[in-house]
């Protein structure tokens, strides 16, 4: 079993609204990511951290920002939700660079947003 | 274009039947492939990673094969359990960039039914 946490599972909120997904981890990976999925389709890497005070843009555009302030938390927030952003986030963790091989990546339960 | 493409796109079978799903890509320079488990409405569960050098690789009931000349790998379950009704995604990371980008396919959508 991963520990990786991720809250609120569920959310649904209005147009406009501030919202933060919470990711912890209790693995002592340096490695952090959030990817973006909707249903059915592929996962869309959004965001993605190397360390403490390291984050860095991923493949697909997205208008949330990070933080990583401490190695075992990286929060996800939406300045001004709108309905486009709704999806589900999943946020990950490893203990080596996610693609170099003998990294598995650890994922979380996912965060599902409705934005109406 | 490095892509991932998975097939079926869904499919049904009876439990205690054996299934096999598909992976093609073209992603490249190629690392390694990860097949990924994921059950409605949560994360994505690791079953295998295969190099380049591996040609199978098992996990229980789950065998991978990897033919890295025909850039194909399959992914076989055996026995089937109701439990195994999920998505089962394929996912290839390159070796061209120092994050080791990871392609993921869409997924093949598994129900067994009783």
């Known amino acids: 079993e991963a520990d990786i946490y991720q809250t609120p599972r569920y959310l649904v909120i209005g147009t406009g609204k501030k919202i933060t997904l919470e990711c912890s981890q209790t693995?002592?990976?340096?490695?952090m990511y959030w990817y973006q999925q909707d249903p059915g389709m592929e996962l869309h890497l959004i965001h993605y951290?190397?360390?403490?005070?390291?984050?860095e843009k991923g493949d697909l555009s997205s208008e949330s920002t990070v933080s990583r302030i401490r190695t075992e938390h990286f929060p996800l927030t939406l300045e001004s939700a709108r309905p486009s952003h709704t999806s589900q986030y999943l946020c990950?963790?490893?203990?080596?660079?996610?693609?170099?091989?003998?990294?598995?990546?650890?994922f979380g339960e996912g965060s599902w947003l409705t934005v109406v | 274009k490095n892509q991932v493409e998975q097939s079926p796109q869904s499919l049904i079978i009876l439990e205690g039947k054996n299934c096999t799903l598909q992976c093609n890509y073209t992603v490249s320079p190629f690392s390694n492939l990860r097949w990924y488990k994921q059950d409605t409405g949560r994360g994505p569960v690791s079953l295998t990673i295969m190099t380049f050098s591996e040609n199978t690789k098992s996990n229980g009931r789950y065998t991978a094969t990897l033919d890295a000349d025909t850039k194909q790998s399959s992914l076989h379950i055996t026995a089937s359990q109701l439990s195994d009704s999920a998505s089962y995604i394929c996912?290839?990371?390159?070796?061209?960039?120092?994050?080791?980008?990871?392609?993921f396919g869409r997924g093949t959508q598994l129900t067994v039914w009783p």
């Open positions: 951290s190397y360390g403490v005070n390291s984050t």
């Open positions: 996912v290839v990371s390159d070796r061209g960039s120092t994050l080791g980008r990871l392609y």
């Open positions: 990950a963790s490893s203990e080596g660079t996610q693609g170099r091989s003998g990294n598995t990546i650890y």
């Open positions: 693995m002592g990976h340096d490695k």
